[in-house]
């Protein structure tokens, strides 16, 4: 059994994986004073994992707090981080620095090759949407970054008086007053932004695999046919893990 943990810019998620059968992933937010002691208590109750594999686009020290939490629970458990690399598992890096890619983007790309090999793409809706296309030889043809949703209303909170974070979701549509206006303003924005990269650069795409935080809140406004897959950069570390690098 693997023990599968992405750390992303806001959430701690983890997963399990035996047999090519994943377990219910799990998420805490790591801005919270007391994460590790609720992720000792969930991992408590895990059987005793054959690997861990850890996944991390966020501060470098979160990374190390849960790999040596890992270690203490269970200390013979061999333990493998993920990086970018420049080609492996039928991927073709479109970055000259591969490791400037995120590796998030990297096992998106991963997955995406594996379980749905063509011309396709991977948005990723997090707390930056990212969005990253290969084509049907696995290689990475390039992709785009922009602020997710709570990064777009965190910057009209810092730029402009008497605006407060948004806590809650809104009708999307013409709204009439502020708060409203600002969450149906970056729906639109991030649709907009999706549907208008599809548009250019998807002539012959086969496949839109939509995941991340924000995923099931965006699919419900875009106008394409996607598959929705919440946990689909857990799935692209479980196959980095599997190290078959081609």
Same mark, same amino acid.
């Given at each position: ?22 377990? /219910? ?12 002691? !609720? *992720? ?13 594999? &850890? #996944? ?11 790999? %040596? ?6 200390? @013979? ?21 591969? /490791?400037?890619?995120? &590796? ?13 090999? +063509?011309? #396709?793409?991977?948005?990723?809706? +997090?707390?930056?949407?990212? *969005?990253? @296309? ?34 809650? *979701?809104? #009708?999307?549509?013409?709204?009439? !007053? ?10 639109? @924005?991030?649709?907009?932004? *999706? ?5 250019? &650069? ?9 995941? +991340?935080?924000? @995923? ?12 929705? %897959? ?17």
């Amino acid at each position: 059994m693997k023990l599968l943990i992405d750390i992303g810019n806001t959430r701690i998620k983890w997963a399990t994986e035996e047999n090519k059968i994943f377990s /219910n992933s799990l998420a805490v937010e790591h801005n919270q004073y007391d994460f590790i002691n !609720f *992720i000792r208590q969930a991992w408590i109750e895990i059987a005793v994992p054959k690997v861990i594999a &850890v #996944s991390c686009v966020s501060r470098v020290e979160i990374a190390e707090q849960l790999i %040596e939490l890992a270690k203490n629970i269970w200390p @013979a458990t061999s333990i493998i981080v993920a990086k970018s690399l420049s080609s492996g598992y039928s991927v073709t890096n479109a970055y000259k620095d591969a /490791n400037k890619l995120g &590796v998030d983007r990297w096992l998106g790309l991963i997955a995406l090759q594996h379980y749905y090999p +063509g011309n #396709s793409i991977v948005v990723d809706c +997090g707390t930056a949407i990212t *969005i990253d @296309a290969l084509n049907n030889h696995g290689v990475h043809l390039g992709g785009v970054i922009s602020p997710g949703l709570v990064l777009m209303q965190q910057a009209l909170f810092q730029g402009t008086e008497r605006l407060s974070i948004i806590n809650q *979701i809104f #009708s999307v549509g013409l709204s009439n !007053f502020t708060e409203s206006a600002i969450y149906s303003g970056t729906v639109y @924005a991030a649709v907009g932004l *999706i549907e208008k990269v599809l548009t250019d &650069v998807c002539d012959n795409c086969q496949t839109i695999v939509l995941t +991340g935080g924000d @995923a099931e809140l965006l699919a419900q406004y875009l106008n394409c046919k996607f598959i929705l %897959e919440p946990d689909f950069i857990v799935k692209g570390l479980a196959l980095y893990s599997d190290g078959r690098v081609e």
